[in-house]
């Protein structure tokens, strides 16, 4: 089953403490992108990626690093997670064309809580 | 920049009644439209779209079309029904995206749809 796969779906966390959310995808696509939902805020771009080790921000990176360094994963890495990273967290992949309108497929969600 | 303005919610139907969920944005050139529709916890998943002006996209009995002079693209179903309940996003990717294929969301709109 074509799918993008996210872990862990809950997490509570601290003020400061490392922690990392995996995606993956199984469909063999080249770009993959995180986003973040706030209520009344829909969904915004945190960062993306074109393809293997090419990354770059989105609207809203503060705070965030990624890494590609396979085609499959994207994980999302908060090295000092403070509260107001307490959100709803998606990732999603799509193939890339030219006219970069192509459907992006999107993970399950990961609910993060930093105390 | 591009924005997407999507009717507040909460929206609550009976089963059968008719749904409009309007969606207007500003964006510069002709941006692709989409619907993304959110079930209970579960990630987002692309209802319809249309690439250009005038063009219609429809799927599971919703419709939504793409009307450059009016710069909406409202979300239409004829009988609603309670497997209908859900979020609905309205976005699109802006021209000037580039490789980001940056999804600009509207703030969502919960629907309900009661038996």
């Known amino acids: 089953e074509a799918q993008v796969t996210q872990n862990p779906r809950y997490l509570i966390t601290v003020t400061g403490k490392k922690l990392t959310v995996t995606c993956s995808q199984n469909m063999n696509h080249e770009y993959m992108s995180w986003y973040r939902q706030d209520p009344g805020l829909g969904l915004r771009q945190i960062y993306y990626s074109m393809n293997v080790e090419v990354t770059d921000k989105g609207d809203v990176p503060e705070g965030y690093k990624v890494s590609r360094k396979e085609k499959r994963n994207f994980p999302l890495i908060l090295e000092s997670p403070s509260p107001n990273q307490t959100s709803l967290y998606f990732c999603?992949?799509?193939?890339?064309?030219?006219?970069?309108?192509?459907?992006?497929?999107f993970g399950p969600g990961t609910r993060l809580t930093v105390l | 920049g591009d924005s997407v303005t999507q009717m507040e919610g909460p929206v609550t139907l009976s089963e059968e009644a008719f749904l409009t969920i309007n969606c207007t944005y500003t964006a510069t050139g002709y941006p692709s439209l989409f619907w993304y529709v959110q079930y209970p916890g579960e990630g987002l998943q692309l209802l319809l779209k249309a690439t250009k002006a005038d063009d219609k996209g429809s799927n599971k009995g919703f419709e939504a079309t793409y009307r450059k002079e009016t710069t909406s693209f409202h979300l239409e179903k004829g009988s609603v029904q309670v497997s209908d309940s859900a979020v609905y996003f309205c976005?699109?990717?802006?021209?000037?995206?580039?490789?980001?294929?940056?999804?600009?969301f509207g703030s969502g709109t919960q629907l309900t749809v009661l038996p």
């Open positions: 999603a992949s799509s193939p890339t064309s030219l006219a970069g309108t192509d459907t992006q497929y």
């Open positions: 976005a699109l990717i802006p021209i000037s995206s580039g490789s980001a294929r940056q999804l600009t």
